[in-house]
C-alpha cells in the first residue's frame, strides 16, 4: 500500500471534496494503477477504516453518506478501466444482488466489477431488491451462478428465505454468499449456499475452480 497515495486521497475526502477526489483516482489509473489496487488500497479501506472525527455525533451519519456516495461515484467512473484490464470472457454469467433492505451496496458493485474483471458476464441488480424480483431477474438472465451480497446482520433471515426459494425454482443454480454478516458462522449455517466468497483472491481462486 502506497501510504502518500492514501493520505492525499482521504484529504480530499475528508474535505468532501468529490472532484479532486475522483480526478485524483483516475489520474492513478491513467498512470497504470490496476483497478484492483485501487479498489484495495485506496477505495475499501477509505469506508472500512471510516472514523468520523466530528465532536457533534449527529452530523457523523452526513459525513458517512456523503463519503460513500463519493465511492459509488469513482467506482462507476472506474468501470471503463476495468473494461481495458479485463481478462479472457468465460462465457459464464453471474448475477450479484442484495436482497430486501439491505441498503449496503457498495460491496455488491465491487464484487460485480471483480467478476466482471476476470471474465464473467456479471450482472448487478441494485441494494434492496424484493425476493420476488430476484427470482424474476433469474427468469429473465439465466445467470450460471448467484452471487448474494449481504451487510447487515439482520437481513441474514430474508436471505434464507430467498436462498430457499432460489433452491426450489432453480435447484441448478449454485449459490454464492458474500459481505460482512457472513463473517459470523451462524449466519453461514442458516444459509443454503454452494460458495462463500469475500474478495477478490476468492473470486479468483473461485474461478480457477470452477473454469480450471
Ligand atoms: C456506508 C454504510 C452505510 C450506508 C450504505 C450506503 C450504500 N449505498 O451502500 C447507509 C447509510 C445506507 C447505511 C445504513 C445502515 N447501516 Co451501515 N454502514 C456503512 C459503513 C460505514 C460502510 C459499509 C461499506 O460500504 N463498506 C465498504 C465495503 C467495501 O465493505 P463491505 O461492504 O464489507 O464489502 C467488502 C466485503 O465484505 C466483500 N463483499 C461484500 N459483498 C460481497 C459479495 C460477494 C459475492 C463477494 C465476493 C464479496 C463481497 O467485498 C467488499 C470488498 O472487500 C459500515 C461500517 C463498516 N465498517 O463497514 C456500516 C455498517 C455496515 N452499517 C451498520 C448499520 C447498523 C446500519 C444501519 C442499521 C444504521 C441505521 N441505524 O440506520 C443502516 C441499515 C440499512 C440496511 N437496512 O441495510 C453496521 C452493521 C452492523 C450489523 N448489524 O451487522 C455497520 C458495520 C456499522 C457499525 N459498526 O455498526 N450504512
Redesign the pocket.
Known sequence: MNKKEYDTFLQYLKNEDKDQALLYVLGLLDQGKSVVSV??EL??PS????ECEDPNQELC?WY??T???I??TILEASYAYIIKEREQRVQKRVL?VCPQ????????I??NH?FSLVGFDSYYVG??TPNEDILLAIKALTPDYI?????????VIVTKKLSQQIQEQYPNLPI??????F?REDSLQQVQHHFL????H??VTFKKEVIG
Open positions: 479498489y484495495e477505495l475499501i469506508l472500512v477504516d471510516f451519519v458517512e453518506h463519503r460513500t456516495s465511492i459509488r450479484v433492505e439491505e441498503y449496503h451496496e457498495i460491496g455488491a465491487i464484487a471483480y441494494a434492496n452471487a448474494i451480497s449481504v451487510t447487515n446482520y439482520y437481513n454464492i454468499l458474500g459481505g460482512q454478516a463473517q466468497l469475500q474478495n477478490y476468492d473470486i
